[in-house]
């Protein structure tokens, strides 16, 4: 492999000479061999807006000339095109503070940017500090990339994949609403309601929750961005704040605004915390609506057996036949992982120290996988499992008309005691709840078939 020297402050490093980046990324690169887990491209995503805008604004203030930071732009659009791409190789598990995947996108974007100039004829020189990073310091950069990424993925993945699985259930809660099936309660049986009832309960988990991130997403608007190191705003013109978050709102066509408390920004994570919280309250919905799914289609002969779901692969390597509910499988491993993510970030959040959080890059790589993973089983789940769901009339009905619990229809006739007398006679004596209930006395033939239509249990007569 062939190498260049690069230079910063503690001295000479070789550098891949096929790699953009500097001195300081080939350090961490090499002291940070940590794992496999890389800094998310979704992070290298934001942070090429982040750097596009603050080459705007300082160019507006005066403090960056414009041929460099029109440089510098252009060197931003090459990575949001992809072009830069294996340039950004560094590990999660690195300083806390993601100073030296800061400084990986100051190198980067420092060194194309020169290359663009040099094949404009200039010979001007592009420093990862003095004007890439220019009015920033990684302590607010990271804090702003965190809030940018969590609301731009959700906003642009995980609100459409929500839409999408919404309107799937929706669609099953009407075509479902007329067939009468037992309800269960305890994992026991309880009164009936319709299929259509019960899945429409699953649709509005879904769009529950989406009402719940659209309002928490908001307090991600606010921005680190200008309380550079400590939050005073140290070598930060007057007033770049606020332009900041103007660019950057223009660029992303997402509102930003500059964080009233660059203290609070820098040291705490509670934004995070809350908005992740929404994500963990997805994904136990996702949770119950997966587990619903596969006990009702539990069997096919000897389980519930009312629904039937999509065979999309075999299912054992010995048992002939056999399907599995995979999708549901997947959902509910993504569940916990997204679980799991939740404490990770629960824990790091609460870890700040005087004027900064020493825990973000773990924090953007959770928030990410969580975003993405759930993003992503929910198209998975919609189109390999729910748009497929059929109902198993034969065994709804069985089921429906075997349950004792319809004697719940008998109360405001006969009231609760003899009702129960009723249910217990017919379960010990192996009649059914008609001829238990007629040879009380209690009700007449006519008086029983009135009270004990499935539909009128339903609420639907």
């Known amino acids: 492999m062939e190498y260049r020297i690069e230079k910063d402050s503690m001295g000479e490093v070789k550098v891949p000479a096929d790699k953009l980046w500097g001195a300081q990324t080939q350090r961490s690169f090499e002291n940070f061999k940590i794992g496999t887990e890389k800094i998310p491209p979704e992070m290298v995503t934001v942070f090429a807006y982040l750097k596009k805008a603050a080459a705007m604004v300082n160019n507006d203030l005066g403090v960056v000339d414009t041929e460099r930071a029109e440089a510098i732009v252009a060197a931003c659009d090459d990575v949001l095109a992809g072009k830069l791409a294996g340039n950004f190789p560094l590990s999660v598990w690195m300083t806390g503070s993601g100073t030296q995947f800061n400084m990986n996108m100051n190198e980067v974007i420092a060194h194309r940017a020169m290359d663009i100039l040099r094949h ?72 009936p309601l319709t299929l259509g009832q019960e899945v429409s309960g699953w649709a509005r988990m879904i769009e529950r929750d989406k009402e719940m991130l659209t309002a928490g997403i908001d307090f991600l608007r606010d921005l680190a961005m200008g309380g550079t190191a400590v939050g005073t705003g140290i070598n930060c013109p007057k007033g ?144 390999h499992c729910v ?27 006969i009231g609760y005691d003899k009702a129960c007398i009723i249910a217990k006679k017919a379960a010990h004596e192996g009649l059914t709840l008609r001829e238990s209930a007629l040879e009380t006395g209690w009700v007449t033939a006519d008086e029983f078939d009135a009270a004990m239509v499935p539909e009128k249990l339903a609420g639907i007569q």
């Open 120 to 191: 404009q004829g200039s010979d001007l020189n592009v420093h990862p500090n003095d004007h890439v990073n220019h009015s920033q310091s990684s302590n607010d950069t990271f804090p702003t990339g965190l809030h940018i990424a969590g609301l731009m993925l959700i906003v642009n993945q995980l609100f459409p994949a929500m839409d999408r699985l919404y309107e799937a259930l929706h669609e099953k809660s009407e075509e479902f609403k007329s067939i009468v099936k037992i309800g269960r309660t305890h994992l026991q049986d309880a009164t």
């Open 387 to 413: 748009e497929g769901i059929r109902p198993n009339r034969v065994k709804i009905d069985f089921n429906l008309h075997q349950s004792l619990i319809l004697v719940t229809g008998l109360i405001p006739l």
């Open 240 to 383: 770049y704040d606020v332009k900041f978050a103007a660019a950057l709102s223009a660029l992303t066509g997402e509102t930003f605004h500059t964080a009233p408390n660059k203290f609070q920004s820098l040291t705490s994570k509670d934004e995070l915390v809350a908005v992740h919280g929404m994500l963990k309250a997805l994904a136990c919905d996702l949770m119950k609506i997966a587990n619903d799914v596969r006990w009702l289609a539990s069997g096919p002969r000897c389980g519930i057996g009312e629904l039937t779901i999509p065979e999309n692969e075999p299912g054992s390597s010995i048992m002939p036949s056999k399907v599995n509910p995979t999708q549901c499988e997947a959902v509910t491993m993504v569940s916990v992982q997204v679980m799991g993510n939740d404490a990770t970030i629960g824990f790091a959040a609460s870890q700040g120290n005087f004027e900064l959080n020493v825990f973000m890059p773990v924090m953007a790589y959770n928030i990410i996988q969580s975003i993405r993973l759930l993003s992503d089983v929910m198209d998975s789940f919609r189109k």
